[in-house]
C-alpha cells in the first residue's frame, strides 16, 4: 500500500515535501518514483529511484525536485522547491512490480505502474 501526504497549496517559488508512505513491501528493494497529472493532460513522470539509489528526474523539474528515501521508514519522499504555476498538478507515487532498478525507462515505469497512492493535490498560485 502506498499513502501520499504533504500536499498543498504554495505560491510561487515555494516549496513542498510529498511523503509516501509504503507499507507490505520494502521500500529500498524495487523501482519507485512520482509521476503527476492534471486533468485533461497525459501523465508525466516527475522523478524515479533505483533500489541502489541511483535518482531520475524530468528535464521540467531538474534542479529544483529531489527524490529520496528513508529506508528506516520505508518512506519516499520528493522535495519540490522553486515551485511555478505549472507544478500545479496531484502527485503520485507509485512503484513497479517487481524490476530493482528502474533504469532509462523510468518515466515509462512510474505512469503506467501497477501500484499506486491515492495522490496529494498541491496548487501552486501566481
Known amino acids: 500500500q502506498l499513502v501520499e501526504s504533504g500536499g498543498g497549496s504554495v505560491q510561487s517559488g515555494g516549496s513542498l515535501r510529498l511523503s509516501c508512505a509504503a507499507s507490505?513491501?520494502?521500500?529500498?528493494?524495487?523501482?519507485m518514483g512520482w509521476f503527476r497529472q492534471t486533468p485533461g493532460k497525459e501523465r508525466e513522470g516527475v522523478a524515479g529511484?533505483?533500489?541502489?539509489?541511483?535518482?531520475y528526474y524530468a528535464e521540467s523539474v531538474e534542479g529544483r525536485f529531489s527524490i529520496s528515501r528513508d529506508n528506516a521508514k520505508n518512506t519516499l519522499y520528493l522535495q519540490m522547491d522553486s515551485l511555478k504555476p505549472e507544478d500545479t498538478a496531484m502527485y503520485y507515487c507509485?512503484?513497479?512490480?517487481?524490476?530493482?532498478?528502474?533504469?532509462?525507462?523510468?518515466?515509462?515505469?512510474?505512469?503506467?505502474?501497477?501500484?499506486r497512492g491515492q495522490g496529494t493535490q498541491v496548487t501552486v498560485s501566481s
Open positions: 507490505g513491501f520494502t521500500a529500498s528493494s524495487i523501482c
Open positions: 529511484i533505483d533500489s541502489d539509489g541511483t535518482t
Open positions: 507509485a512503484k513497479d512490480q517487481w524490476r530493482r532498478n528502474c533504469g532509462d525507462r523510468w518515466a515509462a515505469l512510474v505512469v503506467t505502474a501497477g501500484e
